[in-house]
């Protein structure tokens, strides 16, 4: 169904088992089935496995699949799954209330099998290709990492995740230690092919799943590491900073001879609470302002 890609995931979600085997023989040749027999298994199932597409029954015991659908939309990581809701309730109302969920379609028991693969693969389809486009949208052109509207948008979804759980959010900036002099030296070409390294260099470093690393403008890295205490996010920084100084890029410009980054991290959490993002990143620059002004090739927290 996929066409040469890797196998679409697709999520079945009905009480009754065997609805369940119906629509599992429909996908089990194409695509990587996912099976949840109520609504609450369902949303766990689509947030750790982020399918290609669900395939949801409307009357469940628990939870119902308009509060199935409507929890997938209000959720940034679920929200871009297209649902197609799959029901014995045939009236105008139902199919209103599920397109009213945020559901592209819409289709009745008992299933056709070629009508239901059809319009799942129509679905994928267009998922993937918006999956491109919004992967394409987030990356900077010149280094290949995110950029600063990917930063911007998860930045804001973190703040808000690990105040609600309590745990600690960390940011660190990285910048180039007299980056203009690289230029000026070496000319604008050699500066953008050092930002590509550079990139690389930051993006290697042992990093968990949950950390983002963006380009933050010109020649500034972000680092956002959710989950991660100061002490963690001061030794993560030292250990690129240590990287980076050890890929001894040459820089005539500087009087290390090298290439160094400068890095002010900072950490909201419950012993050191902040009022907004903004706060955070203000405190974040005015730590990197000290490692420059401490000397630069440094970690300021
Ligand atoms: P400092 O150690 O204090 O950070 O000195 P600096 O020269 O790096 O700081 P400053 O902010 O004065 O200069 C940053 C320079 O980075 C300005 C510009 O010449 C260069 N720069 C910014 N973005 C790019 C880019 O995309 N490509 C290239 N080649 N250079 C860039
Ligand atoms: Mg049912
Ligand atoms: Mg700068
Ligand atoms: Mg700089």
Excluded at 238 to 267: D, K, N, W, Y
């Amino acid at each position: 169904m996929g066409g040469g890609q890797e196998r679409p995931k697709v999520l079945l979600v009905d009480d009754q088992a065997v609805n369940l085997q119906a629509l599992h023989q429909v996908f089990q040749a194409d695509c990587q089935v996912f099976a949840a027999t109520s609504g609450v298994q369902a949303l766990q199932l689509a947030s750790a496995h982020l399918p290609d597409l669900v395939l949801l029954d409307v009357v469940m015991p628990d939870l119902d699949g308009y509060q199935v659908c409507a929890q997938l939309k209000a959720n940034p990581l679920t929200a871009h799954i297209p649902v197609i809701f799959v029901t014995g309730n045939r009236d105008e109302e139902s199919e209103a209330k599920g397109l009213d969920a945020g559901a592209v379609d819409f289709i009745s028991k008992p299933i056709n099998a070629r009508i239901v693969r059809a319009r799942a693969r129509t679905q994928i389809l267009l998922k993937r290709q918006s999956d491109l486009l919004r992967q394409w949208v987030y990356v900077d052109g010149l280094t290949g990492v995110a950029n600063r509207r990917r930063f911007d948008e998860l930045s804001r979804i973190e703040w808000d995740r690990t105040q609600r759980r309590r745990a600690p959010l960390s940011l660190a900036l990285v910048d180039v230690d007299w980056f203009k002099a690289y230029n000026d030296h070496l000319g604008h070409q050699a500066g953008d092919d050092c930002l590509q390294a550079l990139g690389d260099a930051l993006a290697s470093g042992a990093r968990r799943a949950g950390d983002l690393l963006a380009r933050y403008g010109g020649e500034e890295f972000v680092l956002l590491l959710p989950d991660t205490p100061l002490e963690g996010a001061v030794a993560l920084s030292e250990q690129l900073r240590a990287t980076v100084e050890a890929r001894a890029l040459p820089h005539p410009g500087s009087p290390m001879g090298r290439v160094t980054i400068s890095v002010g991290v900072a950490c909201r959490d419950a012993d050191a609470p902040l009022p907004s993002l903004e706060a955070l990143l203000q405190a974040a620059d005015t730590r990197l302002y000290a490692a420059k002004r401490e000397g630069r090739n440094r970690v300021a927290a």
